[in-house]
């Protein structure tokens, strides 16, 4: 199949640099896989994979964690939660 055009995608620089590893692994590039879901999107009409939607109660909790608002729990305080829902 000819390719005579450019996708260009912004994404975190960890992520771009773990996938391309594993992709790799695999024998595959970049441009492969993005070739390929995009290939199934055109052919199918849907993604191929299940998208994640948060629940509003975990983007609450992201936001929470980025910005550092963090509760510590002890593994002591993980059994005491267990043992009181028994």
Request: hydrophobic share 50%; glycine share 4%; net charge negative.
């Amino acid at each position: 199949m000819a390719t005579d055009t450019v996708v260009r995608a912004r994404v975190d620089e960890r992520v771009k640099e773990e996938a391309t590893v594993v992709l790799k692994s695999m024998g595959l590039s970049m441009t492969d896989a993005i070739q390929m879901m995009l290939i199934r999107v055109a052919e199918e009409g849907r993604l191929p994979f299940e998208p994640l939607v948060p629940s509003l109660e975990t983007i609450a909790a992201a936001r929470e964690a980025r910005e550092g608002k963090l509760e510590i729990v002890t593994l002591g305080d993980l059994r005491a939660a267990i043992r009181a829902d028994d």
